[in-house]
């Protein structure tokens, strides 16, 4: 997955992988955050581990786990947005937070985002 150049006064990234419901919540599947402003695409693989060895930060998904948990089978099948966002600051999260932990700390923070979705059929 690949992006452009953020906006001025980009201080650090963070991508969220949620699947959006037909009703309810959304479910978090990945988040991860205070990548670099410079760093323009992510690679097919991330340790799961709340600090990468690129230090990049993750927090726990809604399956309680830091990294990714991506769908698998039919149980899963739907659709699933990415979203990127623009932050004015690095985060300072205490372990490896939550998503409502993560959502509440980018409050005021967002410089700009964008999403895609994607279907995810086995």
């Not at 201080?11 to 991860?32: C, D, F, M, N, T």
């Not at 410079?38 to 991330?46: A, H, L, N, P």
Request: glycine residues 10%; positive net charge.
């Amino acid at each position: 997955m690949a992006w452009s150049k953020p906006p001025s006064g980009t201080q650090s990234l963070a991508l969220v992988l949620e699947r959006v419901p037909s009703h309810g919540a959304a479910k978090v599947y990945w988040i991860l955050y205070n990548l670099s402003p410079d760093q323009r695409r992510i690679y097919g693989s991330v340790a799961p581990a709340a600090v990468t060895v690129d230090q990049i930060r993750q927090c726990r998904n809604d399956f309680g786990l830091p990294g990714y948990q991506g769908p698998c089978g039919a149980k899963d099948k739907g659709k699933y947005r990415f979203r990127i966002y623009a932050l004015n600051c690095t985060l300072k999260l205490r372990g490896d937070g939550d998503p409502g932990i993560f959502q509440r700390a980018i409050l005021g923070h967002r410089l700009d985002k964008a999403d895609f979705t994607v279907v995810y059929v086995p």
